[in-house]
Structures are given as structure tokens and as C-alpha cells.
């Protein structure tokens, strides 16, 4: 079946700190690769996406690249704030269409601290 | 991308009623997808609706205690009907496409 795995949390970094976020995937086929946010007290954002391998994904100075061979779609920023502090979801749909739900990691809870 | 919007955006209710939330999108969209997140925990899927259809439940998930309606291709509601304290979450409303966009959820308190 479908699967994302995500590197436990929480995550604490000073602020400027290089940040690495963990995440492999299981799937059939090519799945299309997405990042989610979910600040305190809010819903789901969009961060960024890929939906081929070697594709990178990059929005407000993260990036992950789809790497088919090793399954893998690692989120970074090399200079985090403490604005960025939140919960990132890695998740995946099995088909490119969209027309399927995600499939969610457990989410990495990240604290910056000045 | 889609604009989505959500009634209530939070409730506390008594155990044994039942609550509507709304999911409203600001264009026509094929599928739409329930999920519920429980507190500290990743989402999961309830249900996929499917306007003109019968929404299709996860595993878990029965139509009795998530009704759903999809009456257009740009609103659907979810009831949690004869709620429990387990029932305390978010719910999340998500449209389909090449890129899945979601509601501001719906921060649900049963005591």
C-alpha cells in the first residue's frame, strides 16, 4: 500500500539553524510528493510540491527534491526563523490526477527559538 | 487555487448531539474529502464525496455517524452525529485537483 514516514519530532533549532525534516515514501506507481504547514491554531497550507522525480519543490526558502531512488522527499531550509515554528506534514497522492485523498505522515512538530 | 471556508471554525457541544460543519469552495470542483485530525495526530481520511454520488467511507468510518451531503460541485457538509468526547478534533475539508487545498478547519470540543 501507500505510506509516508516522517522523522519523529519535536525539532527544536535556534534561530538561523540549517533544518533537515525526514521523509520516505512507499507507493505504486509515481505519486505526486507534497509538503504541508499547519500553524498553531490553523489549518493546512500548501508549501510546496513535486510531482517528478529529480523535480525540486521550493517556496519561503524550503526545498525537497523527489528522489525516486531512494524514495525520499527531505525537507530543508538552511536558515530557519521563528516564524517557521509549526507542524510539517509530508504526504503524497498515488496518482498525478489529484482526484485521490493524501496520504499523510504523522507530521514534525518544529520549535525555533531566538 | 481554491478558496475554501468552513462553518462553524469551532464548537463545543454536549455529548449525544450532533453538529453540521459546512465546506464551502469558491469554484466547482469534482471530489471532495472529509478528514479528521485528533489532537496531536496527523489526518486522516473520513470520506470522499462525490457530487451526484453516495460519499465513500475509510475503513472506520460509517455513514450512520458521518453523514454526508454533496448537493453541488461547490459545497458539502459533514454531521457528527451523537457525539462523544473521542469526537473532539479538527475536521478538515480538502478539494481534488493536481494540488489538494484545504479549509481552515473546524475545531470541534465534546464534553
Known amino acids: 500500500g501507500n505510506s509516508v514516514t516522517q522523522m519523529e519530532g519535536p525539532v527544536t533549532l535556534s534561530e538561523e539553524a540549517f533544518l533537515t525534516i525526514n521523509c520516505t515514501y512507499t507507493?505504486?506507481?509515481?505519486?505526486?510528493l507534497f509538503w504541508y504547514v499547519q500553524y498553531p491554531g490553523e489549518g493546512l497550507q500548501l508549501l510546496l510540491k513535486?510531482?517528478?522525480?529529480?523535480d525540486k519543490g521550493s517556496n519561503k526558502g524550503f526545498e525537497a527534491t523527489y528522489r525516486k531512488e531512494t524514495t525520499s522527499f527531505h525537507l530543508e531550509k538552511g536558515s530557519v526563523q521563528v516564524s517557521d515554528s509549526a507542524v510539517y506534514f509530508c504526504?503524497?497522492?498515488?496518482?498525478?490526477?489529484?482526484?485521490?485523498?493524501?496520504?499523510f505522515g504523522k507530521g514534525t512538530r518544529l520549535s525555533v527559538i531566538a | 487555487s481554491a478558496v475554501i471556508s468552513q462553518k462553524p471554525s469551532r464548537d463545543i457541544c454536549q455529548r449525544g448531539t450532533s453538529l453540521t460543519i459546512q465546506c464551502q469552495v469558491d469554484?466547482?470542483?469534482?471530489?471532495m474529502f472529509w478528514y479528521r485530525q485528533q489532537p496531536g495526530q496527523s489526518l486522516t481520511l473520513i470520506a470522499t464525496?462525490?457530487?451526484?454520488?453516495?460519499?465513500?467511507?475509510e475503513s472506520g468510518f460509517v455513514i450512520d455517524k458521518f453523514p454526508i451531503s454533496r448537493p453541488n460541485l461547490t459545497f458539502s457538509t459533514l454531521t457528527v452525529s451523537n457525539m462523544s468526547p473521542e469526537d473532539s478534533s479538527i475536521y478538515l475539508c480538502s478539494v481534488g485537483g493536481e494540488t489538494q487545498y484545504f479549509g481552515p478547519g473546524t475545531r470541534l470540543l465534546v464534553l
Open positions: 504526504a503524497l497522492t498515488p496518482l498525478s490526477s489529484g482526484n485521490t485523498p493524501l496520504v
Open positions: 469554484s466547482q470542483v469534482t471530489m
Open positions: 507507493a505504486t506507481g509515481y505519486p505526486s
Open positions: 464525496a462525490n457530487q451526484g454520488s453516495e460519499a465513500t467511507y
Open positions: 513535486a510531482t517528478k522525480a529529480d
